[in-house]
């Protein structure tokens, strides 16, 4: 059996949208103070695997579902990176392994979750962990859909250096949103230890990151102007700067209107929007060939193995 690189890169865009899933679900179980509706792990409750018919235990549960088609889907991955044909791919490979890590990290980290009582750290480290996993799966899924190598870099060393610094203080963003929802109201579950800073310290922490990393994304977009770069890096430019207004109305939204559960779930999720937009830009700094496939390829395979013409192939750069 082969699986041909159109039939792995959907079986990758299958692994990111459940990895999205997860961090959605994920969100979903923190804000309605579900945490500990299932409270063992693996089963439900003692020795039962399923939850009983109530709100906290069946979203909990719902999230566990998503878990274990994550692992199937990360597994499934891994095995078609050794099938995938007409060439073999150790970048492509070295990936999939890494989703194999990550996703194993989430299950654990997710049971020391259950077993902590919702302590705040580790929610804050198995929501991080779970952010490397979309990293991971978000580079696969770009990788995937051109062939081989870095790439040739198409603007300035100067501006694939400033997007390197953004990158960071986005990181920076996010870990410190993460630390503001630990100190905030929603803990997951009652009686749950919170992050000992005050709310409005911890979001103005928050935001001032955000407005750091805003104002260099302003200076790289107008550095892609000012270096006449091609056009399709500047138009994702600027769809990377309307996400990050949009989840800053949302961030400042939530917080003036008391954090409501649902508005703060958008806001979750919006952020693993602007990290993926943000890997998606960056990546796209430099051009790369599209895949190549023989006569043969095109001719033989199984139900995944569809030939995918040179022309066809997106050009999708790896800086």
């Not at 039939?7 to 990111?16: D, H, V």
Request: proline residues 5%; glycine residues 10%; positive net charge.
């Amino acid at each position: 059996m082969r699986i041909s690189p159109r039939g792995f890169l959907l079986l990758c865009r299958i692994t990111l949208a459940t990895i999205i899933l997860n961090v959605a679900t994920g969100a979903a179980v923190r804000l309605s103070d579900s945490g500990l509706g299932c409270p063992d792990w693996p089963t439900c409750a003692h020795r039962r695997l399923t939850p009983p018919l109530s709100l906290h235990p069946v979203i909990e549960f719902g999230n566990r579902v998503v878990v274990f088609a994550l692992v199937v889907s990360c597994a499934a991955t891994y095995v078609a990176s050794f099938l995938r044909r007409p060439s073999p791919r150790r970048d492509l490979r070295w990936l999939s392994g890494g989703l194999i890590l990550g996703v194993l990290g989430e299950a654990v980290l997710g049971a020391v979750v259950v077993y902590t009582k919702l302590n705040a750290y580790v929610v804050m480290t198995h929501f991080m962990i779970g952010i490397a996993l979309l990293s991971v799966s978000v580079l696969l899924v770009l990788r995937a859909d051109h062939g081989p190598g870095r790439g040739t870099l198409v603007v300035a060393r100067r501006i694939l250096i400033t997007s390197r610094v953004y990158l960071v203080l986005l990181a920076l963003a996010l870990v410190a949103g993460t630390a503001t929802t630990g100190a905030g109201p929603h803990a997951g579950g009652r009686g749950s230890k919170r992050v000992p800073v005050a709310l409005a310290d911890m979001s103005r922490i928050h935001a001032e990151t955000v407005l750091v990393t805003g104002f260099v994304l302003l200076a790289l977009l107008w550095m892609l102007w000012k270096s006449d770069a091609p056009s399709r890096i500047q138009s994702s430019g600027r769809i990377l700067l309307g996400a990050m207004v949009v989840q800053g109305v949302m961030g400042y939204t939530q917080y003036f209107t008391q954090l409501p559960a649902v508005l703060v779930g958008f806001h979750v999720v919006g952020a693993v929007v602007v990290w993926s937009t943000a890997l998606w830009f960056h990546h796209g700094l430099c051009d790369h060939l599209a895949e190549q496939t023989t006569g043969a390829d095109q001719t033989k395979g199984t139900m995944l193995d569809v030939a995918v013409p040179e022309e066809e192939a997106s050009v999708v750069g790896s800086p």
